[in-house]
């Protein structure tokens, strides 16, 4: 080989050289979606994708997501927390309330955690305050339990101060205990009685629903948890067929079929968690990310309902909801 020969070779590997090392794929990021809901709360998803896709991120295209859905069955979240810390993706979304963050909390001091809950996460020990959340977890607080009190206000102006509020409450979420004593203090300050129903099945929710059905002068406030929103529908239907007035935490159950609900946009929320879940893939620190907080309640009646129901509802009510159902 002579020196022409050799330089034109050693010219044309240098050239090649970055073209390969160009042509190298590089890892796409991975978000773990760890819910306590079931596959059924898909609907969810794409408010989530949309918050991504906010920050340039598209599914499948520059992200990936592992869906761990615990089917209302929440004993099984520490095991999928691990699993989804064992593959080490880049970001855990906490979706569906405080048992699902605890979950990923107890997995992982490292991974970022975007957490979608509804009470406060201070007090839970999630965070150290909420503009400062120090440590992997930031998210979205919906503070779902202090609006409690506002139900049972205004459930009372819907049918005229009732004598008893039932409260149905999941047993197996810790929230249950914060719940009940929020509305025994909102039914004490009224002179209402309270009667506490616990379901964490459907055959559960069923039996709770059946108990009240000789309820007269009474109302049903449903708290607020995630397993209740996949069983939405089932409870809508049961509420009518008692029947029993009833109140709700999101409008996905007004639009269910149910009475009345009162509570912030689920859907809203969703949709910041995923601009938060891809800021931190951009390499902002979940301890940066200020905690989000609803700043808006949507109130909506299903007038359809009401009159099955033969509740007529004040006009002072309908004047002041968001949504009215017909």
Not at 38 to 62: C, D, H, K, M
Not at 136 to 157: A, C, D, F, I, Y
Not at 285 to 297: H, N, R, S, V, Y
Request: net charge neutral.
């Amino acid at each position: 080989m002579n020196r022409r020969e050799l330089i034109a070779l050693l010219v044309g590997a240098a050239a090649v050289r970055p073209l390969t090392a160009a042509a190298q794929p590089t890892k796409m990021p991975v978000v773990g979606m760890l819910s306590t809901l079931s596959s059924r709360a898909a609907w969810l998803i794409p408010a989530f994708t949309q918050g991504l896709r906010e920050t340039g991120y598209v599914e499948e295209q520059n992200v990936r997501i592992e869906y761990r859905w615990a089917e209302g069955q929440y004993e099984r979240l520490p095991a999928f927390a691990a699993d989804l810390v064992h593959r080490n993706v880049d970001v855990i979304v906490a979706g569906g309330g405080i048992p699902s963050a605890l979950a990923a909390k107890n997995a992982t001091s490292t991974i970022p955690i975007v957490f979608f809950i509804g009470t406060d996460p201070v007090r839970d020990g999630l965070v150290a305050s909420l503009a400062r959340p120090g440590g992997n977890l930031t998210g979205v607080s919906l503070l779902l339990v202090e609006l409690n009190q506002k139900r049972v206000e205004l459930v009372s102006e819907l049918i005229s101060q009732p004598r008893l509020i039932a409260l149905l409450v999941n047993p197996t979420n810790t929230t249950a205990d914060s719940i009940v004593s929020e509305v025994q203090a909102a039914t004490a300050a009224r002179g209402m009685q309270l009667r506490v129903l616990k379901a964490g099945t459907e055959a559960e929710i069923e039996t709770a629903f059946a108990s009240i059905v000789q309820q007269t002068d009474g109302a049903l406030l449903v708290g607020n948890d995630p397993f209740f929103l996949d069983q939405r529908d089932l409870m809508a239907a049961l509420a009518l067929r008692q029947p029993v007035p009833t109140i709700f935490s999101f409008r996905e159950f007004a639009e269910a079929g149910g009475l009345i609900s009162y509570g912030p946009s689920i859907t809203s929320a969703y949709r910041q968690v995923g601009v938060y879940a891809g800021k931190i893939l951009r390499g902002v620190k979940p301890a940066d990310l200020p905690i989000e907080q609803p700043t808006k309640f949507e109130l909506v009646i299903n007038l359809k309902t009401a009159k099955a129901l033969g509740i007529t509802v004040p006009a002072s009510l309908l004047a002041r909801a968001d949504e009215v159902i017909e």
